[in-house]
């Protein structure tokens, strides 16, 4: 171990590594590939795996979304093929009856499923849009994001039935001049006048909406276009601690047992879970993470076996200068040593640079992928995974060191002279 | 300094085996310069790499300095070389991307000899063979003749106390060849031991004592008058 911090052994192995310059780095850049192959991999499956959970994260990762179908059964004296509708009533009889549920709210829509969407009219300009009736509990299950000077609909808005809209982006640039201000301007829906009271940033929530969406007050939706107590669909927050998958199974046999629908009827109530989704893409992520380990040390490890390879050539070249040393007085531990160091030392460097060389990548990946839609944000490999890769290198690097330099001690002295 | 009794040596070729040595009895005195003849064949470097610890003998003792050398494991071959014996080949043998001075400078690194001192030693044996101009020179700048002055620059660098050289002047011109010669005898007149290999009966003549080979055997051993290699030159 003394060996490792003598001036003269360093500059022995410097001065071997030198002179074989072509061939050091051929070694070099095998393992550097390696490693800069295992921190690019693992650094970008974090960053799609940091990219996905700040996708998801303005929605409720324990949210579902129920909607009524047709029923499949027939039962309780009804026939088969019956079109379900969900009430406003559902939605208290389902908070209470589900203590698990912390949030829920009843949604309807124009334009968005098929159907006709609801015609826009500002000005001289004019468009198609979906528009949504909603509750202001809405901004608890999936955060809605509104630009300054707005804001989303209220409990007032909903009490006074007001006609008052949260517009898109994308409506906001297809209606108003670029630099007007939306905010406190009537727009024209359906021939109704709407205060615009926000614009909405679009965040993508998982499959449906779209920046163009316009939202307004439930209550004002009902009386609009005459939908009585419709719900399209209920949106629901399960408290953090609760397995929502239970939760919906729950809303799922309430909603059967409140529209008469068979129990063992599968398709009367459709349902979706953003909780279950999100295992589901972070188990790819966390499936890319394991592969890019795997991967990675992989490529390491074919690298290291080259160095291992290269330095058993290179310890044949050298066969007569290892004699010589042997003839000088060099003892076989301290021939088998400086094999041994030299293989570590080129290893480690090697991996230094496929470390500093894939960092290197990471960050321009980030740069370039920041305005973009990839989900892919920060990527990092941690620390100890980097040492630890680092560790692997060393470890392996003396392994098979120790090929060549076992090599190098079993050539007699004599031989290796004769060599010519 | 150097005692040899009955010493045997052979290699196997094939099936059959060759009888190299067939049993050599030799005492060589501190401060003598011999030199071993003998044509291609006649067992010369075979002993000599015995004399060197690179080889073993299958029968026979051999022993330097009073200290009997036997069972050799490499590691403790390494020592006694490094401690022993100085080496100096037909080839030269010197590292060609080490520059003169740290080729010189080598064996005293494997006798764990510091930096520093490492350095003024190799200076001085440098000097001593009239190269020291030349110290940071890598072999490939340097003539054949310069070539050998570091190499027996390096042999002497360890201080050891027999010089075993085999066919010094082999890969050399006769001009040459008479420099290395007198800068052997130099260095024997200060009381080292030297041994010298070599078929060419001018080179002989410049020893003191001419030991000759002939198929395993010594059939001849004489001291001679030393013809001095200055005359020469």
Redesign the interface.
């Known amino acids: 171990m003394m060996l490792l911090f003598k001036r003269d052994i360093w500059q022995e192995i410097f001065g071997s590594i030198r002179k074989n310059r072509a061939r050091t780095i051929i070694t070099v850049i095998g393992v550097l590939w390696g490693i800069f192959i295992y921190i690019v991999l693992s650094g970008a499956a974090k960053g799609l795996d940091n990219g996905f959970e700040e996708r998801f994260e303005d929605v409720a990762m324990n949210s579902m979304f129920a909607w009524a179908q047709q029923t499949s059964v027939p039962y309780a004296g009804f026939k088969t093929g019956r079109s379900i509708q969900l009430k406003l009533e559902d939605v208290d009889l389902l908070k209470r009856r589900i203590p698990q549920i912390e949030f829920i709210a009843p949604r309807i829509v124009k334009g968005a499923f098929g159907g006709e969407a609801g015609s826009v009219v500002f000005g001289q300009r004019v468009g198609v849009y979906s528009i949504y009736g909603d509750y202001p509990v809405l901004s608890k299950i999936a955060t809605q994001k509104i630009y300054n000077g707005g804001r989303f609909v209220n409990e007032g808005d909903i009490a006074e039935n007001r006609k008052v809209c949260v517009i898109g982006e994308r409506t906001q640039k297809e209606l108003f001049a670029k630099d007007e201000d939306p905010i406190g301007k009537f727009i024209q829906i359906d021939k109704v006048f709407f205060r615009v009271i926000g614009v909405k940033k679009f965040e993508d929530g998982g499959g449906f909406g779209d920046d163009g969406d316009i939202t307004i007050p439930f209550s004002t939706y009902r009386k609009l276009y005459n939908t009585g107590n419709d719900v399209g669909w209920l949106a629901i927050a399960a408290y953090d601690d609760a397995d929502v998958i239970q939760v919906e199974k729950n809303v799922k046999s309430q909603l059967k047992k409140i529209h008469q629908i068979a129990p063992e009827d599968e398709r009367a109530i459709g349902s979706f879970n953003l909780g279950e989704l999100f295992t589901r893409i972070s188990g790819f992520a966390k499936g890319l993470t394991f592969l890019s380990l795997v991967v990675g040390i992989a490529t390491i490890v074919a690298g290291v076996i080259g160095i291992g390879n290269i330095l058993l050539i290179a310890v044949k070249e050298r066969t007569k200068e290892l004699g010589i040393r042997r003839a000088l007085g060099a003892t076989p531990s301290e021939v088998r040593g400086q094999i041994i160091l030299e293989s570590v030392f080129l290893t480690l460097i090697a991996g230094i640079l496929g470390i500093v060389l894939g960092a290197f990548v990471l960050k321009m990946i980030a740069v370039l992928s920041q305005d973009t839609d990839i989900p892919y944000t920060n990527p990092t490999v941690p620390i100890p995974y980097v040492l630890g890769a680092l560790f692997v290198m060393v470890v392996l690097g003396t392994l098979i060191g120790l090929i060549p330099a076992q090599r190098a001690v079993s050539i007699k002295p004599i031989d290796a002279l004769r060599e010519e | 300094m150097i005692e040899i009794k009955d010493l045997h040596k052979s290699y196997a070729i094939g099936k059959s085996s060759l009888h190299v040595l067939k049993g050599i009895n030799i005492s060589i005195k501190e401060g003598e310069l011999v030199a071993i003849m003998g044509s291609s064949g006649s067992g010369k470097s075979t002993l000599l790499?015995i004399l060197?610890m690179?080889?073993v003998a299958e029968e026979g003792t051999y022993t330097l300095d009073g200290v009997e050398i036997k069972d050799l494991n490499?590691?403790k071959a390494?020592?006694y070389?490094?401690?022993f014996l100085g080496?100096v080949?037909q080839?030269f043998?010197?590292?060609?991307?080490?520059t003169a001075i740290?080729n010189v400078a080598?064996?005293l690194?494997?006798?764990k000899v510091p930096?520093k001192e490492r350095h003024k030693k190799a200076m001085q044996y440098l000097t001593k063979v009239g190269l020291a101009d030349w110290s940071g020179h890598l072999p490939s700048e340097l003539s054949g003749g310069q070539k050998q002055r570091i190499a027996i620059a390096?042999a002497l660098a360890?201080q050891p106390k027999v010089l075993l050289a085999d066919e010094p002047t082999g890969a050399l011109d006769s001009t040459t060849s008479y420099e290395v010669m007198q800068l052997i005898q130099e260095i024997n007149d200060e009381g080292k031991t030297i041994l010298v290999v070599t078929h060419e009966d001018d080179i002989a003549q410049m020893c003191k004592r001419i030991v000759l080979l002939k198929d395993g055997l010594i059939i001849e051993d004489k001291e001679v008058n030393q013809i001095r290699a200055s005359d020469h030159v």
Request: hydrophobic share 30%; glycine share 4%; aromatic share 18%.
């Open positions: 790499n060197g690179l080889d490499e590691t390494a020592k070389r490094n401690k080496f080949f080839s043998n010197l590292i060609n991307y080490k740290e080598l064996p690194y494997y006798q930096r390096r360890a």
